[in-house]
């Protein structure tokens, strides 16, 4: 037989435990609720930040031309990478030379054809006149340039 101060002491744990599941359960629920809500927002943090990236780098390739130019306000202009290179080549020319013929300077260009950087408004409207000449043309504007490095011209 069991002395009472030993039963009394399983009654009170037994007691003490089943108080203590009641309080803790609802905390329970309560940090599962909270687990899960900020899950949720990590998520949604995370498709902001792509959405973020995504506008940064659709910004960096078109840039906002509608700034005071006298080009913007007839029409907007954008810029493609891809197309400087293909427009460079077309007409057999260094970077260094398009860049002359741009009045930029042979590292902008090569920028501008990576996609690293963008040219400016101003810029634009340099490289868009440069799209109706030929070969010829530029090989002559190349040669009446004050500085003389025309005459360097690679040949196609």
Do not use: C
């Not at 629920?29 to 998520?43: E, G, N």
């Not at 920028?111 to 799209?131: D, I």
């Amino acid at each position: 037989m069991s002395n009472i101060g030993t039963v009394l002491r399983e009654e009170i744990a037994r007691l003490s435990r089943r108080t203590i599941r009641g309080e803790v359960g609802g905390t329970k629920k309560a940090t599962a609720q909270h687990r899960r809500d900020i899950a949720a927002l990590k998520r949604k943090v995370a498709q902001l930040e792509r959405q973020v990236a995504a506008l940064v780098r659709r910004t960096l390739t078109r840039p906002d031309t509608s700034a005071s130019s006298p080009a913007a306000a007839g029409k907007r202009m954008r810029f493609v990478a891809k197309g400087l290179r293909s427009q460079r080549n077309r007409l057999g020319l260094s970077a260094a030379e398009f860049g002359q013929l741009a009045g930029v300077s042979a590292q902008s260009i090569y920028n501008w054809e990576r996609g690293s950087a963008v040219p400016r408004a101003e810029q634009l409207t340099r490289l868009a006149a440069l799209r109706a000449i030929g070969k010829r043309e530029a090989g002559a504007r190349l040669k009446s340039l004050p500085s003389g490095k025309g005459a360097k011209r690679r040949k196609a």
